[in-house]
């Protein structure tokens, strides 16, 4: 399941499964999507419980900052566990989005 | 594909060619250009069939940038050779930055179709139109500006950066990365393939492709492209293991910065991905890349190598046989035969190895002509010796010393053309070149006529950089101050200039050549030109070595940095050693030298027990000398120099490996690189010899004499410097020729003269043991007989020329014999440690027994010449009160 909250523009969005792989990545895309399309501008993902993101998973948040940036939004991750920010800072992608910690 | 090989075999003869063409142009053309508007035809058909023929195999290869340029410069020189063109200064100096640029495309002619060379066409066309503009010249004559091509169109890193991580031999590659089909499909996450890349290297940087992943409103993607610069010590062969990509889409960056795929062009697919992965990607590199990968030999000596190795097909044959039947005799002349050819066909491989010295050579005439042009000066260069023959290896490494020398010659020795006439010289300098066989060993000398160094002016410039003490540089011979020149930071150019003058020149000339294991001397005086001179060794791949061996390791140290090999017993340990602040230094000569224990350098324990003396292999770093204390020493044996793997480069403290005689890897010690380490530097032994001269500053200055006998109870010295060389003699030897003693020494006769022939003292007597004692007088030897025993003895001299004033002897009275008696022998003897003589004490208690010989020698000699009331006064005035004082100390 997601749990996601709302206020105004902005939204968290809380994946619940552990992994945050091609499987579970439908989902969650269609949620961003409608989020996005219903006016939020500022999607945070919060990883609390997610302790393996994958090529899709990447893939996902990479799609979710591109129509993001392109309806001048942002987007943030929080909650990331030390072995995400660490992939996501070899990958660079941190210098695109805000990723952050406990 | 054997089509493409031959193709390839065809590209590289025509490439060998191309350079062999270019490396004789430059002379060509400076010749041309000395000769004015009076063509040698020769000259110019030269070079002009050599553009013409450069031309003619690009078009065959398809290099159209290459083709273009050499036709280009192939109509500028028709124009010479028709004599519708004069070769003026400026029209040279066009062809020649157009060969440069010819021979940079041929280095790096797979991207020389995308070479920019529109610069060089417009200006060679502008030449032969007869007119050039000027803005295009100006163009021409700046730097073109060439940059390191670290970058594609992704990613972004600094030359620094790349350098850094190529540190210990390391290649980096770029590696293209799909993570859905080369990491998703393949049941794996990122994660996990960054930690595997992680292990055996370093990711300097990665760029994501954002643009591949799309929007949320897309599909989602099935292609998520990261670039990935990775920095490993893996070689290409090796990277498959770490690396699950399709090899074209991995690229080794090399050292010049060309981008190189590991497998054919890149697939339709992945090129539609980056489309701009065809375009242009890598600005061409500013060096041509890479040594030669070919060389030609004499085919004569080819034909010797193919005899000796029959030779040692025979040889072998002889050992299996006379194994196989057990016949020692067999095997032993089989032995004999191999060693035989062995060293035969070592002679003749390193023959092969062996270059003229003259390609190096030429490259400098133009050298020479761009640097006077720039500063306006005129110097011709002279060459001599071209023919000499050099290890190529040794020939690669000698030319960045020898261009910073022949441009410090141009730049600082030779002076402007006003200010030589004014001297009285010729307008135009003279820098000469020369190599020469001797002694085994190959020198090149570099002299200029120009303005000469002053020793002086680097002396104080070595003070003012804080090199050195103005105190340690009153002490300095004329050479030694020249030496400072190679000090880092030294210069004694009074502007920095383009060309030098920063102080960055002579010591980075000595550190490359002491590599190649050469030596460099200056004879040098103000206004009288400077002359260098750099001693080589033949070949660097087969060295005598000396071994020694630690914690059961053996180990070579080269010749050339091995001075000379001493063995110090238990006994004189204390003697000979000192500390120094926290290091440890041995007295050789009285020269205080660092010394290193190897088994600390490699971190094994000292062995403690069962050493009987210490081992210490005195080593020349080039800037310095120091101990090495190694457990054993060994026999020298000529070794083989392996190089060490490419991963293994980072460590300083060899500088290679052999295999020995049975079979063993032993290590090659690089002592610069070990003293380094240790932080081992020559400051280490000036402190050490500046607290001598501390020390001895407290009591006057300190001389070393030589003790000698006379008569049995005079005890006479000498300065040891005066002293060339000590003889035994036997009182039959010495010959009397026309009242005139001589004995016969190397060959000749000696004069010899005794000490009672002048002086008032007393004859040697036949019972003692006789000694020459030779002296260089006025460039003769001479010979003064005196008798054993003989000592050594460092004294302050207080000279006493009141006392004993006769010819023949300089009133030294100091020799006073302090350390003859008992006391005095224990007093400086080894019983006391070193440390114990700088106790205030020790120093008081040795200046008090001094004082107390002094007197007594006074009143004795009083006595002896008659003077027994000035001698009775002596001895119960300064006598009792020295004797007194002396007990006194002596009690307390």
Redesign the interface.
């Known amino acids: 399941m997601i749990q996601v909250s709302r206020l105004d523009n902005r939204a968290i969005v809380r994946p619940d499964g552990m992994e945050m792989v091609a499987g579970s990545i439908p989902e969650l895309r269609v949620a961003m999507r409608g989020m996005i399309e219903e006016g939020v501008r500022e999607l945070v993902v919060d990883l609390t419980d997610v302790r393996m993101v994958d090529s899709s998973g990447i893939g996902l948040l990479i799609s979710a900052y591109n129509s993001l940036r392109k309806a001048g939004g942002h987007l943030a991750v929080i909650h990331a566990s030390p072995d995400i920010r660490e992939l996501f800072r070899t990958m660079r992608i941190h210098q695109h989005f805000s990723v952050s910690g406990n | 594909m054997s089509d493409y090989g031959m193709d390839d075999e065809l590209e590289q003869e025509y490439l060998a060619e191309c350079r062999e063409h270019l490396a004789t142009i430059e002379t060509d053309l400076l010749a041309i250009e000395r000769g004015g508007a009076e063509i040698e035809e020769q000259l110019v058909n030269h070079v002009f069939r050599a553009a013409h023929s450069i031309k003619g195999g690009a078009g065959f290869f398809d290099l159209a940038k290459l083709r273009e340029l050499a036709h280009k410069t192939e109509s500028a020189l028709d124009l010479i050779r028709s004599g519708q063109m004069v070769p003026t200064p400026e029209a040279v100096s066009i062809l020649l930055m157009a060969f440069d640029k010819l021979r940079e495309l041929i280095g790096n002619h797979r991207e020389s179709n995308g070479a920019e060379i529109g610069e060089f066409v417009s200006a060679l066309t502008a030449l032969a139109a007869g007119s050039l503009p000027e803005a295009e010249k100006s163009s021409l004559t700046e730097q073109v500006g060439v940059e390191v091509a670290d970058a594609t169109r992704h990613i972004q890193v600094s030359a620094f950066d790349l350098n850094q991580a190529r540190k210990g031999g390391k290649c980096v590659y770029l590696i293209e990365y799909d993570?859905?089909h080369d990491?998703?499909r393949r049941n794996t996450?990122?994660?996990e393939v960054?930690k595997g890349l992680m292990q055996c290297g370093t990711?300097l940087?990665?760029?994501?492709d954002?643009?591949s992943?799309?929007?949320?409103?897309?599909e989602?993607?099935n292609k998520?492209m990261?670039e990935v610069l990775y920095a490993t010590v893996l070689e290409p062969d090796y990277l498959k293991g770490v690396v699950d990509v399709p090899p074209q889409r991995v690229r080794l960056i090399e050292k010049n910065g060309a981008i190189r795929p590991l497998a054919g062009p890149v697939p339709e697919p992945a090129a539609q991905l980056n489309p701009a992965e065809s375009a242009p990607k890598a600005v061409a590199p500013a060096t041509v890349p890479g040594g030669e990968t070919t060389i030609r030999l004499n085919v004569t000596l080819l034909d010797s190598l193919m005899t000796l190795a029959g030779e040692l097909v025979l040889g072998r044959n002889q050992l299996n046989e006379s194994l196989a039947r057990r016949d020692d005799r067999g095997i032993h002349s089989g032995a004999q035969r191999v060693s035989l050819v062995t060293s035969e066909l070592q002679e003749i491989v390193t023959q092969t190895r062996m270059q003229p010295i003259a390609g190096l050579f030429s490259k400098f005439p133009r050298l020479v002509r761009d640097l006077g042009g720039d500063l306006g000066k005129d110097a011709q260069l002279k060459l001599e010796g071209g023919e000499v023959e050099i290890d190529k290896t040794i020939l690669e490494g000698l030319s960045d010393p020898l261009t910073d020398m022949v441009r410090n010659a141009v730049d600082h020795g030779i002076e402007l053309p006003a200010e030589r006439t004014a001297r009285g010289k010729p307008a135009s300098g003279t820098v000469t070149l020369k190599a020469s066989h001797q002694a085994g060993q190959v020198v090149i000398e570099i002299s200029d006529d120009g303005k000469g160094l002053a020793a002086e002016k680097i002396a104080s410039s070595a003070i003012a950089k804080g090199l050195i003490s103005r105190e340690q540089v009153q002490g300095m011979s004329e050479r030694e101050k020249m030496a400072l020149i190679f000090l880092p930071g030294v210069s004694t150019a009074d502007k920095v200039s383009d060309v030098s003058g920063r102080g960055v020149g002579m010591d980075v000339v000595k550190t490359n050549l002491d590599r190649l294991g050469g030596k460099i001397e200056i004879d040098s005086g103000p206004g009288r030109g400077s002359h260098f001179r750099i001693k080589l060794p033949l070949t660097l791949a087969i060295i005598p070595s000396p071994l020694v061996s630690d914690g059961g390791e053996r180990f070579a140290i080269p010749q050339v940095s091995v001075g000379e090999l001493i063995r110090i017993p238990v006994a004189q340990l204390a003697e000979r050693t000192d500390r120094v602040g926290d290091a440890e230094v041995l007295n050789v000569r009285d020269r205080l030298v660092p010394l290193l224990h190897l088994s600390d350098a490699l971190g094994v324990p000292r062995r403690k027990s069962a050493a009987k003396a210490l081992n210490v292999v005195l080593v020349d770093t080039g800037a310095f000398e120091y101990g090495l204390v190694v457990e054993e020493l060994h026999d020298t044996v000529e070794i083989v120099v392996k190089p060490l793997g490419r991963h293994m480069k980072g460590l300083h403290d060899y500088a290679g490996a052999t295999i020995l005689g049975d079979g063993h890897v032993a290590l090659i010690l690089d002592v610069a690189g070990l003293a380094t380490r240790a932080k081992l530097t020559a400051g280490t032994v000036e402190a050490g010899n500046r607290r001598e001269a501390e020390d001895s500053g407290a009591a006057g200055e300190m001389h070393s004499l030589l003790v000698f006998h006379n008569a049995p109870p005079e005890t006479c010295a000498v300065p040891i410097e005066q002293v060339s060389r000590i003889e035994r003699v036997r009182p039959a030897q010495i010959l009397q020729l026309g009242g005139r003693r001589t004995m016969q020494y190397c060959g000749a006769s000696l004069p010899l003269v005794a000490l009672h022939d002048t002086a008032a003292v007393g004859e040697p007597t036949a019972e003692q043991q006789l000694v020459v004692i030779v002296f260089e007088r006025l460039g003769r030897p001479l010979g003064l007989l005196a008798a054993e025993p003989l000592d050594m003895v460092e004294v302050a001299l207080n000279i006493d020329a009141v006392t004993l004033r006769q010819r023949g002897i300089v009133p030294i009275a100091t020799v006073r014999a302090d350390n003859q008696c008992n006391f005095g022998k224990w007093l400086y003897g080894p019983e006391i440690s070193g440390g114990e003589k700088q106790t205030p004490q020790y120093q008081d208690l040795r200046q008090r027994h001094a004082e107390f010989h002094e007197q007594a020698s006074k009143v004795a000699q009083l006595a002896m010449a008659g003077q027994r009331e000035a001698a009775d006064k002596a001895l119960s005035g300064d006598f009792s009160v020295a004797s007194s004082s002396l007990m006194t100390l002596c009690r307390n």
């Open positions: 993570l859905i990491i998703e996450t990122p994660w960054f990711i940087e990665t760029v994501f954002l643009e992943a799309g929007t949320l409103d897309d989602p993607s998520l990261l």
